[in-house]
């Protein structure tokens, strides 16, 4: 009996398979779906290509924006991973493109007393830029950002190139339906999905000049301290002594962290899983306060009078279909607290100045919203610029704002914050 009964079920789960199998087929059969994906090629470079002597160019051109930062009546532009295009801003009305900082690998920057910290792919350079003709390295801190991997033979990985090929796959391929996958030694990427190709010792806070830079900044200056972030870790340097930093403390954080806010005494860090929230009483080695979770999106954060504004969006290796604003009460810096939550087009970087926000729409421009009732922002959007596309603004007083985006440089007179009225515009090239 027991023979038979094995037989039976046998006979019964094949009959299923089999019916499995036929649907499935037919399922393929009628199936005329196909995904677009976009072709990448991965980059490799040897040490000896990138640490080099930093040096200063006749300006040129921008071909691509990247994150911004304000100094010296100058304003510094990164183009991506090649260098810093400086523009003299001393008339906003008619910035003058003046020099190209050469620095392969180059993303994030922040500037004290003319000393420049910046990243050169995985190493973080010290350069003293007092003559911006001539700039000197004073000293090289290797294998600090840690997002690049090293592959022997082919050096660091340090992103993708595209090739200009297109892929349609088919929904019968078992890789119809992912964001992205491996190739023929190509990675290719679901069309819909963006991909980014993944600053003299002694000087006291009354004497210090420190620039200033965008939400979307991975460094931060702080009292003697210079705070960086690579994809998991907070990194401490003592910068009393510019010419040679030290790094005082490496504290995890989480992976995909991706912005660095200091706000009192403490540092807020966005990440694409949520805001985390480090206590710097102690500078050497900061310590985890609290945090506040979100779904996966990516996130710059600014932070004014105890009030948190972060950013959500899609479209990005974040993967989500978020695209909102999210205010938080930091008040008990221990336990944040959602005010609320707004829903926006595609919001990017942001500041704050008095009492109004200035969020970044990326292709839908530039949003102004009085913060007087923070549980109505969206009734009380104020102005709204359109027509260009804005990643990430600096407010640098309370009549003047710079907003970067895809097109270039623009700068607003925001003395009537209801009506901007444009300054000037930086173009990248056509």
């Not at 649907?23 to 994906?37: G, P």
């Not at 991997?149 to 340090?158: A, E, K, N, Q, T």
């Not at 595209?162 to 992912?178: L, W």
């Not at 009078?305 to 604003?325: E, K, M, P, S």
């Amino acid at each position: 009996m027991k023979n038979i009964s094995n037989l039976k079920h046998l006979l019964f789960f094949t009959t299923l398979l089999v019916f499995g199998l036929s649907i499935t087929s037919c399922l393929e059969d009628d199936c005329n779906e196909t995904q677009r994906f976009i072709e990448f090629e991965q980059i490799y470079v040897q040490a000896e290509e990138f640490r080099i002597p930093v040096t200063t160019e006749s300006p040129r051109e921008m071909e691509e924006t990247g994150k911004f930062y304000f100094y010296n009546n100058n304003i510094l532009i990164n183009e991506r991973n090649k260098g810093i295009h400086v523009i003299d801003n001393t008339d906003p009305k008619s910035p003058q493109n003046i020099a190209f900082i050469n620095i392969p690998g180059n993303l994030d920057i922040a500037i004290r007393d003319n000393i420049l910290y910046a990243d050169n792919y995985v190493d973080l350079l010290s350069i003293d830029i007092n003559d911006i003709n001539n700039p000197t390295i004073l000293c090289r801190d290797e294998e600090v950002f840690t997002n690049y991997g090293f592959s022997d033979g082919l050096g660091y990985f340090v992103g993708y190139s595209e090739t200009g090929r297109t892929i349609e796959v088919e929904c019968g391929d078992p890789n119809f339906g992912s964001d992205n996958f491996q190739r023929g030694g190509f990675e290719l990427w679901d069309s819909n999905i963006s991909v980014d190709n993944g600053v003299p010792t002694g000087a006291n806070e009354n004497t210090r000049r420190d620039g200033q830079g965008g939400s979307f900044a991975r460094f931060s200056l702080v009292g003697e301290y210079l705070y960086v972030i690579n994809q998991s870790d907070l990194i401490s340097y003592n910068i009393e002594s510019p010419e040679k930093p030290e790094k005082t403390n490496t504290t995890s954080v989480a992976w995909n962290i991706e912005t660095l806010f200091p706000y009192e005494n403490h540092l807020f860090i966005g990440s694409q899983t949520g805001l985390f929230i480090y206590s710097i009483s102690n500078p050497d080695s900061p310590e985890y306060t609290s945090d506040f979770r979100h779904a996966d999106a990516c996130d710059p954060v600014f932070v004014k009078d105890d009030i948190a504004y972060v950013t959500l969006r899609n479209g990005t290796f974040c993967q989500n279909f978020i695209n909102q604003l999210d205010v938080l009460d930091v008040s008990d810096i221990t336990n944040p607290k959602l005010i609320e939550s707004y829903d926006m087009d595609h919001p990017h970087g942001l500041s704050i100045r008095d009492n109004n926000l200035y969020l970044c729409e990326g292709e839908h421009g530039l949003k102004v919203f009085s913060l007087e009732d923070l549980n109505k922002i969206d009734e009380n959007r104020i102005d709204h610029v359109k027509d260009f596309d804005a990643f990430d603004a600096i407010s640098l007083s309370s009549d003047h704002l710079l907003v970067v985006g895809a097109g270039g440089l623009h700068q607003f007179d925001t003395s009537d914050p209801s009506d901007l009225e444009d300054l000037s515009y930086f173009p990248t090239k056509k």
